[in-house]
């Protein structure tokens, strides 16, 4: 399976972004996909992920209300729209795509071992 994100950039504070996910290799619509973020000399954080048919999302606590998750089966595409960007959400965001857990399954996944495949990440970078 492979992931490619875009749509990172540099924005300021109060700004919305929207990332994308393609992903490819294994069929996409019947797995979770969950997006998570890695800011310099901190751990992976998750941030939000999504059942295999968009029923149910989950997200972390710093970005509840603020990110919305959603998917587009028909482009094998998951999408992180992020609004009211903060300066602490600077990060390389990465798609993940869900582990056997997440299989047609209302359980998205949050904690890393719920993933088992990862793209490269995209850098998102909020100045004041």
């Known amino acids: 399976v492979h992931l490619v994100e875009s749509g990172g950039g540099l924005v300021q504070a109060g700004d919305s972004l929207r990332l994308s996910c393609v992903v490819s290799?294994?069929?996409?619509?019947?797995?979770?996909m969950g997006w998570f973020r890695q800011a310099p000399g901190k751990e992976r954080e998750f941030v939000a992920s999504?059942?295999?048919?968009?029923?149910?999302?989950n997200y972390g606590d710093s970005v509840k209300g603020r990110f919305t998750i959603s998917r587009d089966d028909a482009k094998n595409t998951v999408y992180l729209q992020m609004n009211s960007l903060k300066p602490e959400d600077t990060a390389i965001y990465s798609c993940?795509?869900?582990?056997?857990?997440?299989?047609?399954?209302?359980?998205?996944?949050?904690?890393?071992?719920?993933?088992?495949?990862w793209g490269q990440g995209t850098q998102v970078t909020v100045s004041t």
């Open positions: 999504i059942t295999w048919n968009g029923a149910i999302t």
């Open positions: 993940a795509a869900g582990g056997p857990k997440t299989y047609g399954s209302s359980y998205s996944g949050q904690g890393v071992n719920d993933f088992r495949a």
């Open positions: 290799g294994r069929t996409f619509s019947s797995y979770g």
